[in-house]
């Protein structure tokens, strides 16, 4: 009992810190309502007090709760540190549900938005854990599915927002949550949920701490296994479904709160689940709280749910090297692929791919009666003009990230290494954020603050996971971090309203709208040069992955070739975002499918990769410019929809 | 003198769309509007635009008057397909301060005519569109239909401030929602707001806003409007959600709009136009307080 009490002290200490904080910062929100001579008839603070500020003050803390409740349930079931509503793409998937049905179906939604949510968020749980079923729980795999469908959601919902308001005003992958609130009717109807699904978890805690036993040992002390994991799953579900039908999605909040709670000292099951949700709630308090009182007027419109993301995602960074992962990840091996084609064979289907795409990319497009056309007749010197670039472009960013992918690949040994995924290109539209906000600079100035965010990323995995020898989950948890804070501080920037922030978005979506024959020229140069580069290293390439001491004995500098090879795939990465912004998955799906079509070696796998990645883009920008035409789809997004299922696809495919 | 405004507004249309064939056929200006209040105009000028921007959502926020069939979309006004507009061959493209961003890409394409309404420095909006009108006519050679749709727009004016003028007209605020706690407010300098003291109907929201005509508030905001018997109008579209939400909101019921009779919805009018936006405006309120009264 003495122990108990122990371990309860830290997380105590936490949340009594948050609550001050969030209680310091609500007083001022408060405080004007409480004096000054009351107005009988409708006096506006006091009003917007009762009926707004305190009820979304209650809101946060029932919000943050749930949340917490629901990943710390997440992450004690499945043995995963990592999971939560947010990486395991429940939210995402209510979310996605919610804006499909307002959208097509509005009459439902008044029946039962709870329900729509929670039908959303079910099947996507499915999805993602019957994917990471066939790789036995890897809490690595699990998540990595469940980032792709979040972000498949974000994109999906993203779209078809567009499609209806044809502008995007802005684009939340990770979270658009709203506290705001006008009466007492959300908090309340929460409440009384929550407290439901509450005394549930009071029953489940029991078995669940026998889970800490291992798989053996609780199920001789006579618990169903499958039935307890169905119930608890059921349950986190269910939670995060609420939340996510009462205020959208909130990020990161279920995964931060337990990791919280464990690092400050609440180890068991019981306490986990006793801790996290107080810790959520403290911690969704005080963000919103403080969110309130610093954006003032503004505040109003920002989504908390981005806020948490800026929040809470350089709290994971901070963590990180802290957090003790449990489970070793089974490392796929991959260098082991059969050999399907030969690899000669393999290549000229891509580039004939390639080239059709192309031909296809520049010939073909929609006319002014919304029909399909051929380009011909007295403008199609005009029309080429502006169609060419675009598809250079594509093809020179598909080509740029797919090799960088496969250079990232091969160096960590973790066949999920992509720049998209290790947060490479976020680092870049990071880069050029900052450039765009601070300095202004032309192209040529971007891409150099592109490239030094893209370096900085990889520095920061390269230095927090020395240590670890590149442990994927580390790397991964790097990357998701750095990909929703970028995400976050994009979507604050095009709420706040700025002009500048259009442009930035337009990046983010990974529009090719506004490059022209310089730019493109720019780009295919940078493609071309630094292709070469990677396909000069290719001795490196197929040395490194066999380890320290074969390469040694080689004549290899291990550090040093390994610190070039990074740095050029950073420079590619960088370069590449610039077109494509830093959704677009070529990265991960290039080598893949190089690979899959028994490409093992460096130097055909690269290749293959620039051919399959650039024609990817193309296709997609392809897509992008012709399926709602005159109106045009962000090829970055449309790679993202095409890219994430069938990574899925490849994912259940191997067992 | 009672005009009914469908009537007349049906009128203005039918002159506007076939005026003069053979003026039109012989003038030959392909003419692409990137702006809805100028694409509008055109209609009124009797040079129908061969294509403008943001032709999908027309119906959603213009709707009257309607849009020949044969106009082509030429997609969204901040990335306008220039493929389209290419093959549309435009003689003159005509834009606004706000789009200065594509300026040098569109003037790459043919002739472009800036109007400015718009701007910080414009003033009072139903004055500035005026102007921009003769300056439009001018620019096109179209001066004496100018001067007539002008007249015209006079006229119907007039006739809704005499339909008004023996009633006793509740002052109005005039708000688009935008969720469930934020509205958009209209007032000085804005259109509809020239287009209420056009007509003899007072702004219940005093307060001026921006160049745009428009003050983003909170619901609870209203409650500054005292005049008992003030009106709200709103115009569709209404966000779904809107109305259900401040059913439940105390927010919402104690403010004086809640009670029955004192909020109306309107159909779609875009405050971000011109002299027909402001007309259609007008025709709308009058119906209504005509209606109430």
Redesign the interface.
């Known amino acids: 009992m003495s122990r108990l009490r122990r371990d309860g002290i830290g997380p105590a200490l936490v949340v009594l810190l948050l609550l001050c904080g969030g209680g310091a910062a609500s007083w001022f929100l408060v405080a004007p309502g409480l004096w000054g001579a009351a107005d009988p008839?409708?006096d506006?603070t006091r009003?917007?007090l009762?009926?707004?500020t305190l009820p979304r003050l209650a809101t946060a803390l029932l919000a943050g709760a749930s949340l917490a409740l629901s990943g710390a349930l997440f992450q004690q079931v499945l043995r995963n540190p990592l999971a939560d509503p947010t990486t395991l793409g429940v939210s995402a998937g209510a979310n996605l549900a919610l804006v499909v049905v307002?959208l097509f179906l509005?009459e439902l939604?008044?029946a039962s938005r709870d329900l729509v949510a929670l039908t959303g968020s079910a099947i996507a749980a499915a999805i993602v854990l019957s994917l990471g079923a066939r790789r036995g729980f890897s809490p690595y795999s699990l998540v990595l599915s469940g980032l792709v469908l979040s972000l498949w959601c974000g994109g999906l919902s993203a779209i078809l927002t567009y499609l209806n308001q044809?502008?995007l005003a802005s684009l939340f992958i990770w979270g658009a949550g709203s506290l705001?609130?006008?009466?007492w009717?959300i908090p309340l109807s929460l409440l009384w949920k929550l407290a439901g699904l509450a005394i549930l978890c009071i029953l489940v805690i029991r078995p669940l701490s026998l889970l800490d036993l291992g798989e053996s040992g609780s199920t001789a002390l006579g618990i169903r296994l499958a039935r307890l994991r169905l119930v608890v799953i059921a349950a986190a579900v269910t939670l995060a479904a609420l939340v996510t039908s009462a205020v959208g999605v909130i990020g990161f909040i279920g995964l931060v709160a337990p990791t919280v709670a464990r690092l400050s000292g609440a180890r068991r099951s019981g306490q986990l689940l006793f801790w996290s949700p107080l810790i959520g709630a403290a911690l969704l308090f005080f963000a919103d709280s403080v969110l309130q009182l610093v954006a003032g007027e503004l505040g109003?419109?920002l989504p908390t749910g981005a806020v948490t993301a800026i929040f809470g995602s350089p709290l994971l960074l901070a963590l990180l090297p802290r957090l003790k992962i449990r489970h070793r990840i089974q490392q796929s091996p991959v260098w082991e692929r059969s050999r399907r084609w030969r690899p000669t064979t393999s290549i000229f289907i891509a580039g004939t791919a390639l080239v059709l795409a192309l031909i296809i990319g520049i010939v073909l497009?929609?006319?002014?009666?919304q029909g399909w056309s051929i380009v011909s007749g007295e403008?199609s010197s005009?029309?080429l003009a502006?169609?060419i670039p675009k598809v250079v472009a594509a093809l020179a960013s598909g080509a740029l990230l797919a090799v960088a992918g496969s250079i990232l690949q091969r160096l960590t040994g973790n066949e999920m290494a992509s720049p998209e995924v290790l947060g490479i290109s976020a680092g870049a539209t990071f880069g050029v954020a900052i450039a765009l906000f601070a300095v202004a600079p032309g192209l040529l100035g971007q891409l150099t603050f592109a490239v030094i965010g893209s370096v900085t990323v990889l520095a920061i995995i390269f230095l927090g996971s020395w240590r670890s020898s590149f442990a994927p989950e580390r790397v991964l948890l790097t990357g998701i971090a750095l990909s929703a804070m970028v995400d976050a501080v994009v979507g604050v920037l095009s709420s706040s309203g700025d002009p500048r922030a259009?442009l930035l978005m337009r990046w983010m979506s990974g529009?090719t709208?506004l490059i022209d024959a310089p730019i493109a020229a720019f780009e295919f140069g940078i493609a071309i040069v630094l292709i070469a580069i990677a396909f000069l290293a290719r001795r490196w390439l197929d040395i490194l992955p066999l380890g320290p001491l074969p390469s040694a004995s080689l004549g290899i500098p291990l550090a040093g070739a390994r610190l070039a090879l990074f740095a050029l795939a950073g420079v590619m990465t960088a370069a590449a975002t610039l077109t494509v912004g830093p959704l677009s998955f070529v990265g991960l799906m290039g080598p893949h499918l190089a690979r899959e079509a028994g490409l093992t070696r460096a130097l055909p796998q690269m290749a293959g990769a620039a051919l399959i990645g650039g024609g990817l883009m193309v296709a997609a920008d392809f897509v992008g410019r012709t399926l709602v035409?005159?109106?045009?789809i962000p090829a970055g997004l449309v790679s993202a929809l095409i890219g994430a299922p069938f990574l899925m696809v490849m994912m259940r495919r191997r067992t | 003198m009672l005009v009914s405004r469908r009537s007349l507004l049906q009128h203005a249309i039918a002159a506007a769309v076939v005026p003069n064939p053979l003026y039109a056929q012989a003038a030959g200006l392909r003419i692409v509007s990137l702006d809805y209040g100028l694409a509008s105009t055109l209609l009124s000028l009797g040079l129908p635009p061969v294509?403008i921007s943001?032709l999908?959502?027309w119906g959603r926020w213009v709707v009257e008057p309607a849009m020949p069939r044969s106009v082509?979309?030429?997609?969204?006004s901040?990335?306008v397909?220039?493929?389209?507009l290419?093959?549309?061959?435009p003689d003159i493209i005509l834009t606004t301060p706000y789009l200065d961003e594509l300026l040098p890409k569109l003037q790459s394409v043919t002739k472009v005519v800036r109007l400015e309404i718009f701007t910080p420095d414009s003033g009072p909006i139903l004055p500035a569109a005026i102007k921009a009108t003769r300056r439009l006519a001018a620019e096109l050679g179209r001066q004496t239909e100018g001067e007539e749709f002008l007249a015209r727009s006079d006229a119907f004016f007039n006739a809704c401030r005499q339909r008004l003028a023996a009633k006793a007209v509740p002052p109005v605020a005039l708000v688009n929602f935008m969720?469930?706690?934020?509205a958009r407010i209209y007032s000085s300098p804005g259109l509809f707001h020239n287009a209420l003291e056009r007509i003899g109907v007072r702004n219940a929201w005093t307060k001026g806003s921006n160049y745009w005509g428009f003050e983003t508030i909170?619901?609870?905001?209203l409650?500054?409007i005292t005049d008992p018997d003030a009106r709200l109008i709103a115009f569709d579209p209404v966000p779904?959600?809107v109305f259900?939400?401040?059913a439940?909101?105390?927010?919402?019921n104690?403010?004086a709009f809640a009670r029955p009779a004192h909020l109306s919805v309107l159909p779609p009018a875009l405050m971000f136009g011109m002299v027909n936006e402001a007309m259609r405006f007008a025709g709308l309120l009058t119906d209504l307080l005509d209606k109430q009264a």
């Open positions: 008839n409708y506006i009003m917007v009762y009926y707004s307002s509005p939604l008044g044809r502008y705001a609130q006008q009466s009717v109003e419109f497009g929609r006319n002014i009666d403008f005009d029309i502006i169609r259009a529009s709208y035409s005159p109106y045009q | 294509g943001d999908a959502d082509v979309d030429v997609g969204s901040f990335e397909n220039f493929e389209i290419i093959a549309l061959k969720d469930a706690r934020h909170g619901i609870e905001d409650s500054a779904a959600d259900p939400k401040l439940q909101s105390p927010l919402w104690r403010l």
